[in-house]
């Protein structure tokens, strides 16, 4: 049935219709109940106006933004007369409650996080609530709930790939007694993108580590990134997984990991290079440019691959293996925008401030290059 419809009784041969009947319900609806949807409507409609304008004016997109403004009209529809009249503000006890956690908001992302959840809530009350007043009001609001989700899981997504792109300086862990410290450090540097690799550690200590890191780098706002393993990935909430050459197919884990996570390939030359992009990589490892502990035995593919990566590689890459502040400006030289580094942080004394002067110079460079969004 169409909210829009005013709902009248119909007799057919001394039997009400379906219309009639939906009217009688809401005719007998409990004031409490009616209460109850129309402060939840309130709620769903407000939460959804925040995301929309965010569509609108943060994401110009006008896609998105009809979405909203469409389902922000629906609860409109079912916002009646007699649901309003029942509102009476000045005896709800809930009207002065809060949360200390509602005062402040560090981010557009918080903002949306939270908006999403309250539209979510309201949406799941009025599902139940609604039955009790209209025969198609609970499966109406069931059914906008999951389009909400989706619109949930496409802002997560946007925002990891907005984090990515956005990335200059790229670390990956090595094993250390200061693996937290040194992290935090860099962090707090300014680092937004991290990767977590131990190679020799059993599952137990990866899946344990690998969740403290993954909530230390969420309080700072980078994202988390898992080496190798698809099923640790997918069991800690890893914004995404980097792959090696060996490692499962980047088909597969997309399957596991979903469209809103990042899938990142190690790459050593062109044709890697090409098979990764084929396959969906949202950024490539390009390197090792020098000789690296990391990548023993693996010959360095040299500054000559970063200069082909810069020509010709669409996604976000970085360019790895033996990259010190040394070093840096014969990589930026060939073409890079983007490092990731192991020793140059992980036995950096003070992490904090190798990480800013990497980020200052990777900052210079881009500027310089007036490097876009894409690139």
């Known amino acids: 049935m169409n909210p829009r419809e005013?709902?009248?009784?119909?007799?057919?041969?001394?039997?009400?219709?379906?219309?009639?009947?939906?009217?009688?319900?809401?005719?007998?609806?409990?004031?409490?109940?009616?209460?109850?949807?129309d402060a939840n409507l309130d709620r769903a409609r407000e939460g959804i106006r925040i995301v929309e304008e965010w569509c609108r004016f943060?994401?110009?997109?006008?896609?998105?933004?009809?979405?909203?403004?469409q389902m922000r009209q629906e609860l409109g529809r079912w916002h009646s007369a007699k649901l309003r009249s029942a509102r009476n503000t000045p005896d709800d006890p809930g009207v002065d409650l809060t949360h200390p956690r509602e005062e402040r908001r560090e981010n557009v992302e918080q903002v949306l996080q939270a908006n999403l959840c309250r539209v979510e809530e309201a949406l799941r009350v009025l599902e139940e609530y609604g039955k009790l007043?209209?025969?198609?009001?609970?499966?109406?609001?069931?059914?906008?709930?999951?389009q909400v989700y989706t619109l949930e899981s496409y802002f997560l997504a946007y925002q990891r790939q907005q984090t990515l792109k956005q990335a200059s300086l790229y670390l990956v862990t090595s094993p250390s007694d200061r693996?937290?410290?040194?992290?935090?450090?860099?962090?707090?540097?300014?680092?937004?993108?991290?990767?977590?690799?131990?190679?020799?550690?059993?599952?137990?200590?990866?899946l344990n580590t690998a969740q403290k890191l993954k909530h230390l780098c969420h309080d700072y706002g980078a994202l988390f990134i898992l080496?190798?393993?698809?099923?640790?990935?997918?069991?800690?909430?890893?914004?995404?997984?980097?792959?090696?050459?060996?490692?499962?197919?980047?088909s597969f884990a997309r399957q596991l990991l979903g469209s809103q996570r990042i899938i990142g390939r190690s790459t050593t030359n062109?044709?890697?290079?090409?098979?990764?992009?084929?396959?969906?990589?949202?950024?490539?490892?390009?390197?090792?440019?020098?000789?690296?502990?990391?990548?023993?035995?693996?010959?360095?593919?040299?500054?000559?691959?970063?200069?082909?990566?810069?020509?010709?590689?669409?996604?976000?890459?970085?360019?790895?293996?033996g990259i010190d502040m040394n070093r840096l400006p014969q990589v930026f030289e060939a073409g890079a925008t983007r490092v990731a580094v192991v020793?140059?942080?992980?036995?950096?004394?003070?992490?904090?401030?190798v990480t800013q002067y990497f980020l200052s110079q990777l900052a210079w460079v881009n500027r310089m290059r007036g490097r876009d969004e894409q690139g």
């Open 6 to 37: 005013t709902h009248e009784p119909t007799v057919i041969e001394g039997t009400m219709s379906i219309e009639g009947q939906a009217h009688h319900e809401a005719s007998l609806t409990p004031p409490s109940v009616c209460r109850i949807l």
């Open 58 to 69: 943060g994401l110009n997109n006008a896609e998105l933004t009809d979405t909203c403004k």
């Open 133 to 146: 007043y209209h025969v198609d009001m609970g499966n109406a609001c069931k059914q906008m709930r999951y």
């Open 179 to 206: 693996l937290f410290e040194i992290v935090e450090a860099a962090l707090q540097g300014g680092l937004t993108l991290v990767q977590y690799r131990d190679k020799d550690a059993d599952d137990v200590t990866r």
């Open 227 to 250: 080496n190798d393993r698809v099923d640790l990935a997918l069991a800690i909430e890893a914004d995404g997984v980097h792959l090696g050459q060996q490692d499962v197919p980047i």
């Open 270 to 321: 062109p044709e890697e290079m090409r098979r990764a992009l084929a396959e969906g990589a949202d950024y490539v490892g390009v390197g090792p440019v020098y000789s690296t502990p990391t990548k023993e035995g693996k010959a360095p593919a040299g500054l000559e691959y970063v200069r082909y990566a810069a020509e010709r590689c669409p996604v976000p890459w970085f360019a790895i293996g």
């Open 343 to 353: 020793r140059a942080l992980m036995e950096a004394e003070q992490p904090t401030l």
